[in-house]
């Protein structure tokens, strides 16, 4: 495990997202696409966890914390504008949100 100081970690922005629409990609077994509303915008967020639903919409409603200030990333001919963050989903812990009941928008400190 490689260590980073309190200033690296404080250049990680990590907000509350409310998710609206989860759909599949076609043509992918895990990505799910994602539009998030974080308050006063909302972004597109491609995420890995299409096999821990087996109905995207139950992630409707939910909110998360995302971190919301990485690089856009490509996959699969679509922009991402952040990563949501979860536990687990191995054969020995469970697949896991940090679901909040906070309003969308809401900085994690």
């Known amino acids: 495990m490689e260590h980073i100081s309190i200033d690296d970690f404080k250049k990680v922005e ?3 997202g ?3 629409i ?3 990609i076609e ?3 895990k990505l799910l696409k994602l539009k998030v509303n974080f308050g006063d915008e909302e972004r597109q967020v491609l995420s ?3 096999p821990f ?3 995207p919409q139950e992630l409707v409603g939910k909110k ?3 971190v ?3 690089a856009p990333r490509m996959m699969m001919g679509l922009e991402s504008q952040a990563m949501i963050l979860a536990v687990g989903g191995d054969d020995e812990n469970p697949f896991s949100l940090f679901e909040v009941q906070v309003k969308p928008g809401t900085r994690v400190r």
């Open 14 to 16: 990590i907000r509350v």
């Open 18 to 20: 409310e998710i609206m």
């Open 22 to 24: 989860a759909e599949r």
């Open 27 to 29: 043509g992918s077994d």
């Open 48 to 50: 890995g966890i299409a």
């Open 53 to 55: 639903f087996s109905d």
């Open 64 to 66: 998360c914390p995302f």
């Open 68 to 70: 919301t200030n990485l």
